[in-house]
């Protein structure tokens, strides 16, 4: 059974920094892009950042680029977020997904897995 766990979501001050992990499981990942999103309860889930599968291409929201940026770890199953200068507008349930082909994408419809979420909460 393929599982997608998230961790290292918390609470922190604006301008603080955070970094989410991704593990895969019940399958190799390596070939997959892999994908980022969030969603404030009550709208929309919006795509935050993707990863083709070798870690060579990778796209961001305008609102996050210069601040977070997204890495596979060595291990062929981790993908990472890391999130600085946050600000209180990114505050959300934060999202990982997986693409069996292998190509970025910030359509969340392409995504075939996704773990259950991770809180970010931003204080001004």
């Known amino acids: 059974q393929v599982q997608l766990v998230e961790s290292g979501g918390g609470l922190v001050q604006a301008g603080g920094s955070l970094r989410l992990s991704c593990a895969a499981s019940?399958?190799?990942?390596?070939?997959?892009?892999m994908g980022w999103f969030r969603q404030v309860q009550g709208e929309e889930r919006e795509p935050v950042a993707a990863i083709n599968w070798n870690g060579s291409h990778t796209r961001y929201a305008e609102s996050v680029k210069g601040r977070f940026t997204i890495s596979r770890g060595n291990g062929v199953n981790t993908v990472y977020l890391q999130m600085n200068s946050l600000k209180s507008e990114d505050t959300a349930v934060y999202y990982c997904?997986?693409?069996?082909?292998?190509?970025?994408?910030?359509?969340?419809?392409?995504?075939?897995?996704w773990g259950q979420g991770t809180q970010v909460t931003v204080s001004s």
């Open positions: 019940g399958r190799t990942f390596s070939n997959y892009a």
């Open positions: 997904a997986g693409r069996r082909l292998g190509t970025v994408t910030a359509e969340a419809e392409e995504y075939e897995y």
